[in-house]
């Protein structure tokens, strides 16, 4: 079954979608223990970012990796990990699972594999959409 779009930006849109998607359903199974995340995001991180929340920052994966189709689920998961992330630890601790994400998807680092550019701009933009999700939470603001 071939697939359609209604038009070009939903084609674009779609396609940013699937990448980030896919990118996390590859790396999701491999997803380090709270602790080599935390020392990797020791070195990356400033010191006054402040606490780190292990399931809210998978269940940020989680979400990602839903496909284009699922995308009002995946919406009510990021806003509602970012009320759980505001209510453990405020602003910090939603600041950091912003870092997070970026430094974790796009650091060959952190997975020992290479990132491709056109990856690395697509899943760099996503923070953007999933901050943009967390405005008004807290003390969010994007």
């Not at 491999?30 to 995340?37: H, K, L, Q, T």
């Not at 400033?46 to 689920?73: K, M, V």
């Not at 550019?117 to 943009?132: A, D, P, Q, V, Y």
Request: aromatic share 12%.
């Amino acid at each position: 079954m071939k697939d359609t779009c209604n038009d070009e930006d939903t084609c674009d849109l779609k396609c940013e979608h699937e990448v980030v998607s896919t990118f996390i359903k590859e790396h999701m199974a491999n997803f380090p223990s709270e602790a080599s995340v935390k020392r990797y995001l020791a070195n990356k991180l400033p010191q006054y970012a402040g606490p780190y929340h292990h399931n809210e920052l998978q269940g940020i994966f989680e979400a990602g990796a839903l496909s284009f189709e699922e995308e009002e689920r995946q919406v009510r998961m990021i806003r509602q990990l970012g009320l759980e992330l505001n209510d453990l630890g405020g602003i910090q601790a939603m600041r950091v699972a912003y870092y997070a994400v970026n430094h974790i998807l796009c650091a060959k680092e952190f997975w020992g594999t290479d990132v491709r550019e056109h990856e690395f701009l697509i899943l760099g933009s996503w923070n953007r959409f999933f901050g943009t999700l967390w405005d008004g939470t807290g003390e969010w603001k994007e």
